[in-house]
């Protein structure tokens, strides 16, 4: 496992302005909340190497998925459908990855399909990008051509027009896979983008690639957020899968495309929930919590000596949550802190998750019906009857369990947080 990582060259001003954008006045300013010198956080924003653990609870703070802007060092390296025995990018920490059965010999068998599109959706910090990188490894060992495209990589004005959007889409592809871009000579303004793309992708790379191309596109709800864009971007998806299943003369070559479409399901909050973008589409797989057994697990990989015991006490409060789950362990084993003492002021504003909730707190105020029937939730003793549109969007943003309609608080952690930050704000 990495023992330590770095900001991607492209992305220190991004994670720059992050600072901003999360409130701290200055990079001191930064390192006094976490407690951590102010040589280390330089370190960080300038792109030079810091302990793993470190980079992560920085990217957390500043609200940054890590697997996004760390430098996992692969730019120098050729092109990846040149490579024989290519490693897609190992995320650190993979070799402590945790299986979830049977998702994942769904996940590899189902890979090996043409024209196959699998969709990975769960609330934020489940494991989506994990388990992609595992799928990606399966098909390296099967030969196919891999590659992992982040729509995190596609600032606002990219994601304000749909033609420039498409555009960006194909050549970043095209950038992924070591081939020139040749938007310019493919693109004809006089038809669709969604047709351009299409013939894009189909005559220029397709074409080029004569095995299979797994493509994986992550943090997609970042598409989802822009209606125009991810109404058509969708019905695109939509059709490359179709022309694979179908007896086109172009089917042959849409059936070495394999798509693998992973998106948080928060932005739900804001959907009509009778749209969904890909409703029907492909095969689905919607990431559960850990067992107790998996949690055992673990925590054993973590090296961490723990008994049936302590899981239990975990699960009381997280019941399984994978981040919630991993954070724990990891500052256990980081900062060799007892287990009990850590749980006293977990769910405090001084506990290992108070940006974590916080973030899940600022959400819902922007929804503030949401806010107010996820406080009646809370405060209730006995689940909560709701209609139909406002449990499906307080479960997709990870914050209730459902029995029918009927909700109840995720978990204990989120149960004793928000009851006192509402008595709070009475």
């Known amino acids: 496992m990495a023992r330590s990582l770095r900001v991607r060259g492209s992305c220190i001003e ?16 930064l390192a006094i909340q976490l407690g951590r010198a102010k040589a280390t956080v330089d370190k960080f924003l300038n792109g030079k190497p810091v302990d793993f653990y470190v980079f992560e609870e920085l990217c957390s703070e500043l609200g940054l998925d890590w ?11 050729p092109a990846w459908h040149e490579l024989g025995d290519w490693q897609p990018i190992n995320p650190p920490g993979s070799d ?40 990606l490894q399966q098909a390296n060992g099967l030969e196919y051509t891999a590659v992992p495209l982040s729509f995190q990589l596609a600032d606002g004005a990219v994601l304000s027009n749909r033609d420039k959007f498409l555009k960006w889409f194909c050549a970043a592809l095209s950038k992924e896979l070591g081939l020139n871009n040749h938007i310019d000579k493919h693109w004809d303004e006089i038809l669709s ?22 493509l994986a596109l992550d943090n997609t709800d970042l598409v989802f957020e822009h209606a125009e864009i991810a109404t058509e ?39 009509d929930i009778n749209s969904s973008p890909l409703a029907g589409v492909g095969l689905v797989m919607e990431l559960p919590d850990f067992n107790a057994a998996q949690v055992l697990n673990f925590a054993q990989r973590h090296g961490l000596d723990w008994t049936k015991i302590e899981v239990a006490q975990l699960m009381q409060l997280v019941e399984g949550h994978p981040y919630l789950t991993q954070l724990m362990l990891q500052h256990i ?12 002021k977990a769910h405090t504003e001084t506990g290992i998750y108070s940006n974590h909730l916080r973030q899940l707190l600022g959400e819902l105020e922007q929804t503030p019906e949401l806010l107010q029937i996820f406080r009646d939730v809370v405060m209730a003793e006995a689940p909560v009857p709701l209609k139909s549109a406002q449990a499906f969007k ?33």
């Open 96 to 135: 402590i990855y945790v299986d979830r059965p049977p998702i994942e010999a769904d996940c590899y068998q189902a890979i090996a399909q043409p024209g196959i599109l699998i969709r990975i959706k769960a609330p934020r910090q489940m494991g989506k990008t994990s388990l992609m990188f595992k799928i």
């Open 14 to 29: 991004r994670v720059k302005l992050a600072v901003k954008r999360n409130g701290f006045p200055s990079q001191a300013a």
């Open 233 to 271: 971007f969708c019905k695109l998806l939509r059709n490359w899968h179709d022309q694979a299943r179908r007896s086109y003369r172009t089917s042959q070559l849409w059936q070495r495309l394999r798509l693998i479409i992973l998106h948080a399901t928060e932005v739900y909050r804001t959907l």
């Open 394 to 426: 307080l479960h997709s943003m990870g914050l209730v369990k459902l029995d029918g309609n009927h909700a109840k608080p995720r978990c204990l952690l989120y149960r004793k947080y928000f009851q006192e930050a509402f008595a709070a704000s009475v």
């Open 333 to 344: 084993k980081q900062q060799a802190t007892p287990l009990e003492q850590v749980l006293q």
């Open 67 to 77: 697997k996004e802007v760390a430098d996992l060092n692969i730019q120098n390296e």
């Open 193 to 214: 983008s969604n047709y351009n793309a299409t013939t894009y992708v189909q005559n220029y790379i397709l074409s080029q690639i004569h095995h299979p191309l797994v």
